[in-house]
């Protein structure tokens, strides 16, 4: 198996969706898709430390470094701006080094992660999350939870929530990087890849909350530059 799993360490499961890691394999391309998560990810000793800013559309990411292995912290919808300390739309479909994040602190960081033995940098990622004492906004988190539910329009979570759209807008390019219609449509597509692989793809789409089968389709082809039937042949749900 080469990408795994593990549970947000306790006292950060407000903050964190997971850690994951994944063994290099020689010449393999991985397509990644908008899940709402910013992740801090150790690419190895050429590339360093970066910050990954949630998605709008796929990205094709090449191996880590020869024989070193791909390790991450991946912050929940919600609870990037405050782990990162500025607005999360500023890193939105980037790879920023932590040192353009944090500074010295994100320099400090990359030069411990080099030096670290591999199976010491998950910790070495979780203890600098914890060092940064955030506190993830609450609004935020609550229409992340809410935007994932089927048929939720925005402007009834944001009336539910009490806040105008537009405010609701800001709070979540601050805290996830996009705004509640990008994430509601991440979340549908989640929802899609949840459902059993065994349906007609017509009635994965209604339940997923698509208003129709090509609506769906024309859906997955941007947020994953694949056709359905290509893209849920291989459709893992991740954490988030």
């Not at 795994?4 to 890691?21: D, I, K, N, Q, T």
């Not at 290099?24 to 190895?44: A, E, N, S, Y």
């Not at 880590?64 to 701006?81: F, M, N, S, V, Y």
Request: net charge positive.
């Amino acid at each position: 198996m080469t990408y795994r799993e593990y549970r947000s360490p306790v006292g950060l499961e407000p903050l964190v969706a997971c850690l994951w890691e994944s063994d290099p394999v020689p010449g393999k391309i991985t397509r990644v898709i908008p899940d709402g998560c910013v992740d801090l990810v150790w690419f190895g000793a050429e590339r360093g430390l970066a910050v990954v800013g949630a998605d709008t559309r796929p990205w094709i990411s090449r191996p880590a470094d020869a024989g070193d292995r791909t390790c991450a912290i991946r912050l929940r919808p919600g609870a990037a701006g405050a782990v990162l300390g500025l607005p999360a739309s500023e890193v939105r479909d980037s790879r920023v080094s932590a040192g353009l994040v944090w500074g010295a602190a994100g320099e400090q960081l990359d030069e411990a992660m080099v030096a670290a033995d591999p199976d010491q940098r998950l910790r070495i990622l979780t203890e600098a999350v914890l060092r940064r004492h955030a506190t993830p906004d609450p609004l935020a988190l609550a229409a992340a939870r809410k935007l994932a539910e089927p048929g939720v329009r925005v402007s009834a979570a944001a009336a539910e929530l009490g806040f105008s759209e537009r405010q609701l807008n800001r709070r979540l390019q601050n805290a996830v990087g996009y705004g509640p219609k990008m994430l509601a449509r991440v979340a549908r597509l989640r929802r899609l890849i949840a459902q059993p692989g065994d349906d007609p793809l017509a009635i994965r789409a209604f339940a997923a909350g698509y208003a129709s089968q090509a609506h769906m389709s024309d859906e997955v082809r941007r947020l994953t530059g694949l056709t359905p039937v290509r893209f849920l042949k291989d459709a893992a749900l991740t954490a988030a």
